[in-house]
């Protein structure tokens, strides 16, 4: 493996007999979505449920609507989504999650990677953002949303952002509904 004179490594080193996987066949990508919303970049919470249920883009939206209809327009995009109802989508979808305790001291993305999550799929609320994310495990993380597929989180990605809730998505995203 090559190396910098200051000793550091060139290329990153994945630990022996892991295989990273950002991309599973089947889960689409920001590009899809977008291209599903007429060309324009969908919003980050009905983009999520997609992406995390297999839902159309619309369908997501639709759903959340049918979850909570006082708290979403009839009519138009869904701007603004919660935390319980996209939960409240995915246990009807039957999608399995689990609730993840957060420290009361919110830590930010990457803090929160690095810090021993395990690996796995993750529905995640960070500061004003919805994302999927894949922890492999080992202080390495790709991130899923609406204006990113498979991107390694960095502080550019949302790593910097504070986590506010979590759920593990034991069987990971549904590919398709």
Do not use: K
Request: aromatic share 8%; glycine share 12%.
């Amino acid at each position: 493996m090559p190396h910098r004179q200051d000793g550091r490594l060139t290329v990153a080193e994945l630990p022996a007999g892991r295989i990273l996987e950002d991309c599973p066949a089947g889960l689409r990508s920001h590009e899809d979505l977008q291209a599903e919303n007429g060309g324009l970049i969908p919003w980050c919470g009905p983009a999520t449920l997609a992406l995390a249920s297999g839902l159309p883009y619309f369908a997501a939206g639709t759903m959340l609507r049918g979850i909570a209809p006082s708290w979403y327009p009839g009519t138009g995009p869904v701007v603004t989504a919660y935390w319980r109802d996209i939960l409240g989508a995915l246990e009807q979808l039957g999608v399995a999650h689990a609730p993840v305790p957060v420290p009361e001291r919110r830590p930010s993305l990457l803090g929160l990677v690095r810090d021993g999550l395990p690996a796995g799929w993750y529905l995640l609320r960070i500061t004003d953002h919805f994302l999927l994310l894949n922890n492999q495990g080992f202080g390495l993380a790709t991130l899923h949303d609406n204006r990113h597929t498979a991107a390694v989180l960095t502080a550019r990605t949302h790593g910097r952002r504070r986590v506010t809730h979590i759920a593990h998505l034991p069987q990971g995203p549904r590919f398709r509904f």
